[in-house]
């Protein structure tokens, strides 16, 4: 049990457009979910956490306006990268958690992003 | 603020050599600490955490709050281990603070 998805896997996209990443739980409810961000050889750095029905906490640095998370429902959480520039272009990661402090987080595959 | 300090990027044993990945945090709180290990081409998984005081895979991790430190050890490497470990830190808002990974090599 505890399988996160993530669609696409990867993307390629043109400078200026917006691309939607899906994280969905799939066989639990995900109170909670994260997205990540990975570039090549490095940590994976928090960008936002969100609980389901409110607004998503951004880390410090992250643009909320730029990246927009949406947490509808206890199993689906969607990142919109706008105005994507070639600087978007990463690895970006969700994980999902029930919800209680220390919980495991269950990480999806990853979608690499290339903003050409 | 959280911090997690993995100071070795790349750590390379033979197989059957004790092995340690280091890991030192800071935190005002009461910390849970976990380890998570990515295998080539798989998925980040959690491999331990502090508060099971489990050994999985023969790799165990003690809390040291005096040292503040959560490294992990197994004292028989195998081939199978090499991959990227990752020491984290999970905070009352359940935020995760993930160290900067250490690749482990098990050579043969």
């Known amino acids: 049990g505890a399988v996160v998805s993530q669609h696409p896997s990867r993307v390629i996209c043109k400078s200026g457009t917006s691309v939607k990443i899906e994280c969905r739980s799939l066989?639990?409810?995900?109170?909670?979910m994260f997205w990540y961000r990975q570039f090549p050889k490095q940590s994976l750095m928090l960008m936002a956490t969100s609980n389901e029905g409110s607004k998503a906490t951004y880390e410090q640095g992250v643009e909320k306006d730029k990246f927009l998370i949406n947490h509808a429902s206890l199993t689906l959480s969607t990142l919109t990268v706008t105005s994507a520039h070639p600087e978007d272009s990463s690895f970006y990661i969700c994980?999902?958690?029930?919800?209680?402090?220390?919980?495991?987080?269950?990480f999806g595959p990853g979608t690499r992003l290339t903003v050409l | 603020a959280q911090r997690v300090t993995q100071p070795e990027k790349l750590l390379s044993v033979f197989k059957g050599a004790p092995v340690e990945l280091k890991c030192n945090y800071s935190?005002?709180?009461?910390?849970?600490l976990f380890w998570y290990v990515q295998y080539s081409r798989q998925r980040l998984q959690l491999l331990l955490r502090h508060i099971s005081r489990e050994s999985i895979k023969g790799f165990t991790a003690d809390l040291n709050k005096g040292e503040t430190s959560f490294h992990l050890k197994k004292p028989f490497a195998q081939e199978e281990d090499s991959a990227m470990y990752y020491c984290a830190l999970s905070t009352l808002n359940n935020d995760m603070r993930f160290g900067a990974g250490t690749r482990l090599t098990v050579k043969p």
């Open positions: 994980s999902a958690s029930r919800g209680a402090p220390g919980n495991e987080q269950f």
């Open positions: 066989d639990f409810q995900a109170t909670t």
């Open positions: 935190y005002s709180g009461s910390p849970e």
